[in-house]
């Protein structure tokens, strides 16, 4: 009989044999444990609200674990501590009344503050005298107040004028959105945005940016919209489709004039010339020529009636 380590005659393992090793090296390896992680819960926290730093995984074969502020174990920035064979829990240095922790290892926040902010390390240390330490983060913000618009001018000259909006806010480290008339703001080639998004410019502006205008801030945990403010756009009369400048107008209403006038000249040359070199009587107007033809025909008589004088004959 060969001995047990030997291998068959050929070389080749039988079925039974190939399956009783691998159920023996699965019996063997123990089991990878889950990684111990940190959740915030929720992710991101209003000032004022309740936040939970929730561990998962926690083994249960441990001596004990700790909450620490910070990234480093430092006694003094230690919050809270348990030890697992008395089940006691002792605050900190660092505990402020507003932290509770659980038997799981989760730590809840109640009122949280803007200090509250920052990085969070639990130290776990286990019968085999092992130490794992996992880290978790807290993001609290302060909830945004209603922002408000100033603008340059609230009547602005169609294609001549130009026209800035400022969002003034109170809060730091938010997102900045414009709205026209109730919709998301649509850029044009006219519109520019400051690299903060605070300040929008039209220049020129047209007929179609009159409106009302918003600005809306943000943070993760909050919004808050601006009062609209209303822009008005008037039409330039001076301003023509046909393009034309301000000296071309010009010159076309002299040249006008001039025409007028000189026509006013030619009819009087041609009524005076008639009357045989007479200078007419007033009523001989020098835009009228059937006037002119009327008095013709009168023949030459005085201009001023007086007493007993007798009109010509027609």
């Not at 030890?83 to 949280?112: C, K, M, V, W």
């Not at 010159?251 to 070199?277: H, T």
Request: a negative charge; hydrophobic letters at 35%.
């Amino acid at each position: 009989m060969e001995p047990p380590s030997a291998l068959p005659r050929g070389g080749r393992v039988p079925w039974q044999e190939l399956l009783l090793a691998v159920s023996l090296l699965t019996f063997w390896n123990p089991p990878t444990t889950a990684q111990v992680t940190v959740e915030s819960v929720p992710p991101n926290a209003a000032e004022g609200k309740d936040v939970l730093l929730c561990v998962h995984n926690l083994t249960a074969n441990l001596l004990g674990f700790g909450w620490f502020k910070g990234t480093t174990i430092n006694p003094r920035r230690e919050i809270v501590s348990y030890a697992a064979d008395s089940q006691q829990i002792t605050p900190g240095f660092a505990h402020s009344g507003r932290e509770t922790l659980y038997h799981n290892g989760s730590l809840l926040f109640q009122n949280i503050s803007l200090e509250d902010t920052g990085y969070y390390t639990l130290q776990i240390i286990k019968r085999n005298v092992q130490v794992e330490r996992v880290t978790g983060q807290l993001h609290v913000y302060q909830p945004v107040s209603q922002p408000s618009i100033n603008i340059s001018n609230t009547t602005a000259t169609e294609h001549k004028d130009s026209v800035v909006l400022t969002c003034s806010t109170n809060n730091t480290g938010v997102s900045i959105w414009w709205f026209f008339n109730n919709q998301s703001l649509k850029l044009t080639e006219r519109m520019k945005l400051s690299p903060d998004n605070s300040t929008l410019t039209v220049d020129p502006v047209r007929r179609e940016d009159a409106g009302d205008y918003q600005c809306e801030v943000s943070n993760p945990v909050s919004s808050s919209k601006s009062d609209p403010v209303k822009l008005n756009v008037e039409y330039d009369f001076t301003q023509q489709s046909s393009g034309l400048s301000t000296g071309a107008i010009a010159g076309i209403v002299i040249g006008v004039l001039a025409g007028v006038a000189l026509i006013a000249a030619l009819l009087y040359f041609l009524c005076n010339r008639k009357s045989g070199g007479y200078d007419g009587p007033s009523h001989c107007s020098v835009f009228s020529k059937a006037n002119c033809h009327a008095w013709e025909r009168e023949g030459d008589f005085t201009s001023v009636s007086g007493p007993g004088s007798t009109p010509p004959p027609f």
